[in-house]
T-cell receptor
Framework: EAGVAQSPRYKIIEKRQSVAFWCNPI?????LYWYQQILGQGPKLLIQFQNNGVVDDSQLPKDRFSAERLKGVDSTLKIQPAKLEDSAVYLC??????????????FGPGTRLTVT | KQEVTQIPAALSVPEGENLVLNCSFTDSAIYNLQWFRQDPGKGLTSLLLIQSSQREQTSGRLNASLDKSSGRSTLYIAASQPGDSATYLC??????????FGKGTHLIIQP
């Protein structure tokens, strides 16, 4: 079974530029998550989708971050404009939903963003 | 709001020792708890998932326990090996939310 795919794996941009990350979840997984992991910290949830809809985006900095999940499969996370403090690893995860209960989360390899 | 704390932040032990990593959480309404391993520059690998109705899970040399009443989970690693060196992350989940992670325990197993 293929795992969660993410691209690119690495990205270096200058502050005030924009950047986009792509995630393809495990086939059949209705729930998709984006996490931000700053060096030395645990991952922090940015946004959670179930199918096409947003379940939780309370920790997403909406003035600069946006995310979408078209057709309930792939998802894109965008940052515009980027700040130095956005330097982090961006992790995508997916999980099955059974009887309205979210199951184990499976993570992709992440995208390491460096903002200079 | 769920908060997860992991102790110790770092641990270095000789090969062959048994060790325990600790995780505490503030919201007893936790639905499941996952332990992950993260190697440098890599993503997260799920080690064990404990549902709230369970008290422990075992996989090979790993055993994880969950005590909702005290808000604690432990990860026990038996007969440690240098290949076990990594950062271990604990994360709790309520029934429909994303995971709340601790900061992790950085483990070094000395050959």
């Amino acid at each position: 079974e293929a795992g969660v795919a993410q691209s690119p794996r690495y990205k270096i941009i200058e502050k005030r530029q924009s950047v986009a990350f792509w995630c393809n979840p495990i086939s059949g997984h209705a729930t998709l998550y984006w996490y931000q992991q700053i060096l030395g910290q645990g991952p922090k949830l940015l946004i959670q989708f179930q199918n096409n809809g947003v379940v939780d985006d309370s920790q997403l900095p909406k003035d600069r971050f946006s995310a979408e999940r078209l057709k309930g499969v792939d998802s894109t996370l965008k940052i515009q404009p980027a700040k130095l403090e956005d330097s982090a690893v961006y992790l995508c995860a997916s999980s099955l939903v059974v009887a309205q209960v979210v199951g184990e989360q499976y993570f992709g390899p992440g995208t390491r963003l460096t903002v200079t | 709001k769920q908060e997860v704390t992991q102790i110790p932040a770092a641990l270095s032990v000789p090969e062959g020792e048994n060790l325990v990593l600790n995780c505490s959480f503030t919201d007893s309404a936790i639905y499941n708890l996952q332990w992950f391993r993260q190697d440098p520059g890599k993503g997260l690998t799920s080690l064990l998932l404990i549902q709230s109705s369970q008290r422990e899970q075992t996989s090979g040399r790993l055993n994880a326990s969950l005590d909702k009443s005290s808000g604690r989970s432990t990860l026990y690693i038996a007969a440690s090996q240098p290949g076990d060196s990594a950062t271990y992350l604990c994360a709790g989940q309520t029934i429909a939310d994303g995971l709340t992670f601790g900061k992790g325990t950085h483990l070094i197993i000395q050959p």
